[in-house]
């Protein structure tokens, strides 16, 4: 099937490594005007330091944030930007060990459109095992990772981005042009952790 194109919006990506297995978290960002390597590096730059600032304190010692690649989406050739994390990698700033890489908390990202084409989600691992009993996080952490994503738009602050969840299709069908729709609100529906297996050592990525 070919490409379908998303109007001044790209998709990036957060390339971390847990236990040897690479793990992803991706996002969409629109800019009126579209993206040029400037913007893609202004919003690699941003959410670095988003990152390294807001998410890792809750996160275990053993994920690591190695690389974030930015792609434009509004043409099938649009430029694709990748910019290593320094060295040596970001780590969570919980100094204790991680949950399996399976494991996860979800959040999920709200837009004031209803149904599955306008809500997005995140799936974060490195749970430290200290703040999970059983299969609940703690409250703390839960707040924390919430929060962490709550800060999204102020952090993206070096041109005027809006985070956004990208569609390309509709009831099943394709669409003829991508939607980019702004994100309103951040979710942790529950404080249950997911799984995801394809996360696991030796498989996924």
Same mark, same amino acid.
């Given at each position: ?58 996160? /275990? ?5 190695? #690389? ?6 509004? @043409?099938?050739?649009? !430029?694709? *930007? %990748? ?71 102020? /952090? ?5 981005? #809006? ?6 299709? @509709?009831?099943?069908? !394709?669409? *003829? %042009? ?28």
């Amino acid at each position: 099937m070919a490409a379908i194109p998303v109007a001044d919006t790209c998709l990036l990506e957060l390339r971390q490594v847990l236990f040897g297995q690479k793990i992803e978290n991706t996002f969409g960002f629109r800019l009126d005007g579209g993206f040029g390597t400037m913007e893609m590096t202004g919003l690699m730059n941003d959410m670095l330091l988003w990152w390294t600032t807001e998410l890792a304190p809750w996160l /275990s010692a053993d994920i690591s944030l190695r #690389e974030l690649v930015c792609t434009d989406l509004s @043409t099938i050739t649009g !430029p694709s *930007v %990748a910019q290593a994390a320094p060295v040596p990698n970001p780590d969570g700033g919980v100094g204790f060990g991680s949950l399996p890489g399976n494991c996860a908390l979800c959040v999920s990202f709200r837009t004031n459109l209803r149904g599955r084409s306008y809500r997005g989600r995140n799936f974060v691992a490195g749970l430290p095992e200290t703040e999970v009993t059983g299969n609940t996080v703690a409250t703390a952490t839960v707040n924390g990772i919430q929060d962490a994503y709550q800060a999204i738009p102020a /952090s993206i602050s070096s041109f005027p981005f #809006e985070h956004t969840v990208i569609s390309r299709f @509709t009831a099943g069908a !394709p669409r *003829v %042009a991508g939607a980019s729709t702004p994100v309103t609100s951040y979710v942790v529906v529950d404080p249950f952790v997911d799984s995801q297996r394809r996360r696991l050592t030796g498989r996924g990525l």
